[in-house]
Nanobody, 127 residues
Framework: VNLVESGGGLVQAGGTLKLSCITS?????????VAWFHQAPGKGREGISA???????WYADSVKGRFTISSDNAKNTVYLEMRSLKPEDTGVYYC?????????????????????WGQGIQVTVSS
C-alpha cells in the first residue's frame, strides 16, 4: 500500500490550503478508511479527520468547522481542505489508511488503527 501527499506549503494565518493524498488502494471497494494526521513541532501525531468508502467523515474538535475531508474514489484520492488556518496548524501532515472493518466505532482517528502511512508533507502557517 502506497500513499503520497501533496499540496503543502506556506500560507498566512486565515488562509486556505488543500492537501491531496493519492492511495494505491481502490477506495470504491469500501474496505479502506483514509485519515489525516497532524504532527506539530515537538509533538506526537494527532488524528484530525478520516473518511470511509461511503464518504462518512470524522473530525477532531480542533478542526471541526474549518477543515473538510472529501474523496474522489475514481482517482483514489482523498483531499483535506483547510480553511481559516492558524499558526498552531503548522506541522507535518500525514495521510494514512487501513481497513475500516478492523476499527471499533469511534476510533477512526486513532493512530494505532493505521498501518500504512504517507511520507508526510509540511504545512507552515505564518502569523
Amino acid at each position: 500500500v502506497n500513499l503520497v501527499e501533496s499540496g503543502g506549503g506556506l500560507v498566512q494565518a486565515g488562509g486556505t490550503l488543500k492537501l491531496s493524498c493519492i492511495t494505491s488502494e481502490e477506495l470504491t471497494d469500501g474496505i479502506w478508511a483514509v485519515a489525516w494526521f497532524h504532527q506539530a513541532p515537538g509533538k506526537g501525531r494527532e488524528g484530525i479527520s478520516a473518511i470511509s468508502g461511503d464518504s462518512t467523515a470524522w473530525y477532531a474538535d480542533s478542526v471541526k468547522g474549518r477543515f473538510t475531508i472529501s474523496s474522489d474514489n475514481a482517482k483514489n484520492t482523498v483531499y483535506l481542505e483547510m480553511r481559516s488556518l492558524k499558526p498552531e496548524d503548522t506541522g507535518v501532515y500525514y495521510c494514512a489508511t487501513d481497513q475500516i472493518g478492523d476499527m471499533l466505532g469511534g476510533t477512526e482517528l486513532q493512530e494505532s488503527n493505521y498501518d500504512f502511512w504517507g511520507q508526510g508533507i509540511q504545512v507552515t502557517v505564518s502569523s
